[in-house]
């Protein structure tokens, strides 16, 4: 069990336990997940320190929090062309709250103790600026105790294998990334990442260095349940400068030599009568179609040459055998990587290891993208925002964030039917694309904007909004959320 190192104010769980069970008092007995009723009026000792057990998915503690939601006057959203009678889907897959977020943390921490897999935070920045929707102007003190309240008040929230991402930008990254080692633990840190919030074009320019970036601070309690999401992005014309070469034919082989290796024998066989084609990419631009079908109908035999690691002595062993000019393959096992303990074939041409295009890559219905590790800069090609401004069909002045953003900080920590919590929602983009992914989500919004826009876009999702991550999911409409205002 993890736990938190930060000291808990003890004045503010106090006010948590009483406003707890105040509103469990308000609805006083509520039906369990089993039909039986409980009775909920009595919550006692309120641990300010996380407890749960569970992995986030129980479906107990989310009835209870929309049993309370209904029963302060929560109301039911539909899409626009199913009218709404009241009663409505039971299981509504969303909560908005138009409040202060420091009240709805001392209201439900504790229904909501150990659900939430994701805690999503893009607090105001403390850029100095006093913006048109919200204050962004703040001392630092003042500005890290609120963060610091919010922080404690919300980790009892958080399953054991939640993660947390905060969005923020030079303003106040250090003194946050601090604060929350600190609170979170500084053991759960995962990442800092450097995301590029916009090219330097149409910036202005003034001053020596443009600010394009900010970053998403990422903590999580269990780091081996992070999802390998990879980078995926077409490939473009470098890479098909290095991967340049087509396996027509490997003809026949002959046995030349048997090399003990750690995992066995490993036979290495010289192939006669080969057939290697290269693909050309010059006049790229005006022959662009033309490459791109060769590669498709060629994705399986596209391959590179490379140098092997000084340190691989197998294979540096295998390589001295080889004469120029020739094609080779040796059938081995692999003593460790990503084979480790599986009969492979490896190919060798003119000296060299052949890497296949296919193995660092897929051929969707769209082409050829390359897959990459997920690295710590996640740049301004990787998170399409060409169209942010109308995205979610809001509009929302210089804070909202791309909907791609959240999709990868989404499929990096949760899977579907997992709860995501975002305490300063703007104009909705966490809850809309955790709707679109099939998650459980909770948005809270003090300003005045909630109904014109945290709300509204909320609404547009569920009418089938196209925008954003819509098409790669495929997103068509439908669901429905409760809403607090
Ligand atoms: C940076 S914006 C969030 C943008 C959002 N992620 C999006 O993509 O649109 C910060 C939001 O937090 C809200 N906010 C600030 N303080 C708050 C508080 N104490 N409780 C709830 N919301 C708050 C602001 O009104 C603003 O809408």
Same mark, same amino acid.
């Given at each position: 069990?993890?736990?938190?190192?930060?000291?808990?104010?003890?004045?503010?769980?106090?006010?948590? $336990? @009483? !406003?707890? *069970? +105040? =509103?469990? %008092? /308000?609805? &006083? #007995? $509520? @039906? !369990?997940? *089993? +039909? =039986?009723? %409980? /009775?909920? &009026? #009595? $919550? @006692? !000792?309120? *641990?300010?320190?996380?407890?749960?057990?569970? #992995?986030?998915?129980?479906?107990?503690?989310?009835?209870?929090?929309?049993?309370?939601?209904?029963?302060?006057?929560?109301?039911?959203?539909?899409?626009?062309?199913?009218?709404?009678?009241?009663?409505?889907?039971?299981?509504?897959?969303?909560?908005?709250?138009?409040?202060?977020?420091?009240?709805?943390?001392?209201?439900?921490?504790?229904?909501?103790?150990?659900?939430?897999?994701?805690?999503?935070?893009?607090?105001?920045?403390?850029?100095?600026?006093?913006?048109?929707?919200?204050?962004?102007?703040?001392?630092?003190?003042?500005?890290?105790?609120?963060?610091?309240?919010?922080?404690?008040?919300?980790?009892?929230?958080?399953?054991?294998?939640?993660?947390?991402?905060?969005?923020?930008?030079?303003?106040?990254?250090?003194?946050?990334?601090?604060?929350?080692?600190?609170?979170?633990?500084?053991?759960?840190?995962?990442?800092?990442?450097?995301?590029?919030?916009?090219?330097?074009?149409?910036?202005?320019?003034?001053?020596?260095?443009?600010?394009?970036?900010?970053?998403?601070?990422?903590?999580?309690?269990?780091?081996?349940?992070?999802?390998?999401?990879?980078?995926?992005?077409?490939?473009?014309?470098?890479?098909?400068?290095?991967?340049?070469?087509?396996?027509?034919?490997?003809?026949?082989?002959?046995?030349?030599?048997?090399?003990?290796?750690?995992?066995?024998?490993?036979?290495?066989?010289?192939?006669?009568?080969?057939?290697?084609?290269?693909?050309?990419?010059?006049?790229?631009?005006?022959?662009?179609?033309?490459?791109?079908?060769?590669?498709?109908?060629?994705?399986?035999?596209?391959?590179?040459?490379?140098?092997?690691?000084?340190?691989?002595?197998?294979?540096?062993?295998?390589?001295?055998?080889?004469?120029?000019?020739?094609?080779?393959?040796?059938?081995?096992?692999?003593?460790?990587?990503?084979?480790?303990?599986?009969?492979?074939?490896?190919?060798?041409?003119?000296?060299?290891?052949?890497?296949?295009?296919?193995?660092?890559?897929?051929?969707?219905?769209?082409?050829?993208?390359?897959?990459?590790?997920?690295?710590?800069?996640?740049?301004?090609?990787?998170?399409?925002?060409?169209?942010?401004?109308?995205?979610?069909?809001?509009?929302?002045?210089?804070?909202?964030?791309?909907?791609?953003?959240?999709?990868?900080?989404?499929?990096?920590?949760?899977?579907?039917?997992?709860?995501?919590?975002?305490?300063?929602?703007?104009?909705?983009?966490?809850?809309?694309?955790?709707?679109?992914?099939?998650?459980?989500?909770?948005?809270?919004?003090?300003?005045?904007?909630?109904?014109?826009?945290?709300?509204?876009?909320?609404?547009?999702?569920?009418?089938?909004?196209?925008?954003?991550?819509?098409?790669?999911?495929?997103?068509?409409?439908?669901?429905?959320?409760?809403?607090?205002?």
């Amino acid at each position: 069990m993890r736990s938190n190192s930060a000291p808990i104010d003890d004045d503010a769980v106090r006010d948590d $336990v @009483q !406003n707890v *069970n +105040g =509103i469990l %008092d /308000e609805v &006083g #007995s $509520v @039906q !369990n997940e *089993n +039909g =039986i009723t %409980d /009775e909920v &009026g #009595s $919550v @006692q !000792n309120v *641990n300010p320190t996380h407890h749960a057990s569970e #992995s986030g998915k129980s479906s107990s503690g989310w009835a209870l929090f929309t049993s309370l939601v209904d029963a302060r006057g929560g109301r039911l959203a539909v899409p626009s062309d199913i009218v709404a009678n009241g009663t409505g889907p039971s299981e509504a897959c969303g909560v908005l709250v138009h409040d202060d977020n420091e009240r709805f943390l001392r209201s439900y921490s504790q229904v909501l103790q150990g659900q939430v897999r994701l805690l999503y935070l893009d607090p105001p920045y403390n850029t100095g600026y006093k913006l048109r929707s919200y204050n962004d102007k703040f001392e630092r003190a003042e500005w890290l105790a609120m963060m610091r309240l919010r922080l404690q008040l919300v980790l009892p929230m958080l399953a054991e294998n939640g993660s947390i991402c905060a969005s923020i930008d030079d303003s106040e990254m250090p003194y946050l990334r601090i604060l929350m080692d600190e609170v979170v633990g500084e053991k759960y840190f995962v990442a800092c990442i450097a995301y590029e919030r916009s090219g330097s074009a149409g910036l202005g320019q003034s001053g020596a260095i443009l600010n394009t970036k900010e970053y998403v601070l990422i903590y999580s309690f269990d780091k081996r349940q992070l999802n390998d999401v990879g980078n995926t992005r077409p490939i473009d014309k470098e890479v098909m400068r290095r991967y340049n070469k087509v396996l027509v034919d490997e003809g026949e082989r002959d046995l030349v030599a048997e090399i003990t290796g750690k995992t066995g024998i490993a036979r290495l066989y010289k192939h006669s009568g080969i057939c290697i084609h290269n693909i050309s990419i010059r006049k790229f631009d005006l022959r662009r179609d033309e490459i791109e079908s060769v590669y498709k109908e060629s994705f399986e035999r596209i391959f590179r040459t490379q140098n092997v690691q000084k340190e691989n002595t197998f294979q540096n062993d295998v390589i001295a055998r080889l004469q120029k000019d020739e094609f080779y393959s040796l059938d081995y096992v692999p003593a460790r990587g990503r084979y480790k303990g599986e009969q492979k074939t490896l190919y060798y041409w003119n000296g060299e290891l052949c890497a296949w295009l296919k193995d660092s890559s897929a051929l969707t219905p769209d082409g050829i993208v390359k897959r990459n590790k997920l690295t710590d800069f996640w740049s301004h090609g990787e998170i399409p925002k060409a169209d942010l401004a109308n995205e979610g069909g809001v509009e929302f002045s210089r804070s909202k964030k791309p909907e791609h953003l959240l999709f990868r900080l989404v499929s990096l920590c949760t899977e579907p039917g997992d709860l995501v919590l975002d305490l300063f929602s703007g104009s909705a983009t966490a809850p809309a694309v955790s709707h679109k992914m099939k998650r459980r989500w909770i948005g809270v919004e003090s300003g005045e904007h909630f109904r014109t826009c945290t709300l509204r876009r909320m609404q547009n999702v569920l009418d089938g909004d196209q925008s954003g991550v819509s098409k790669l999911l495929q997103w068509r409409g439908g669901g429905s959320f409760r809403y607090l205002d």
